[in-house]
Nanobody
Framework: QVRLVESGGGLVQAGGSLRLACAASGRTFSSYTMGWFRQAPGKEREFVGA????????AYADSVKGRFTVVRDNAKNTVSLQMNSLNPEDTAVYYC?????????????????WGQGTQVTVSS
């Protein structure tokens, strides 16, 4: 069982930056691939980025590639999403997810545990 709690969301102007954090409970955090997803109003949840168990493999959605970075600290049971050059299209609730998989899947069904989400709003 893994419990995930996101933090760091808020309101930011276009072009600005935010760093989201996800704190995980449990002693097996380092065995999980960690993913970030987002869901905008009226839209389906979409993949943002993911990182494998040791941080050696990452994957990003094309819409955020070059702007967002996922990092993890297994010693602190945390994973972060650094978001730069934000634009209004990035406005959404952002979710942290954990999956006991060996790769960095983009499909939400591959992830077993989810956080409650944190709101990110980018104003124009």
């Amino acid at each position: 069982q893994v419990r995930l709690v996101e933090s760091g969301g808020g309101l930011v102007q276009a072009g600005g930056s935010l760093r989201l954090a996800c704190a995980a409970s449990g002693r097996t955090f380092s065995s999980y691939t960690m993913g970030w997803f987002r869901q905008a109003p009226g839209k389906e949840r979409e993949f943002v980025g993911a990182i494998n168990w040791n941080g050696g493999i990452t994957a990003y959605a094309d819409s955020v590639k070059g702007r967002f970075t996922v990092v993890r600290d297994n010693a602190k049971n945390t994973v972060s999403l650094q978001m730069n050059s934000l634009n209004p299209e990035d406005t959404a609730v952002y979710y942290c997810a954990a999956g006991r998989v060996g790769t960095v899947p983009v499909a939400s069904w591959e992830y077993n545990y989810w956080g409650q989400g944190t709101q990110v709003t980018v104003s124009s």
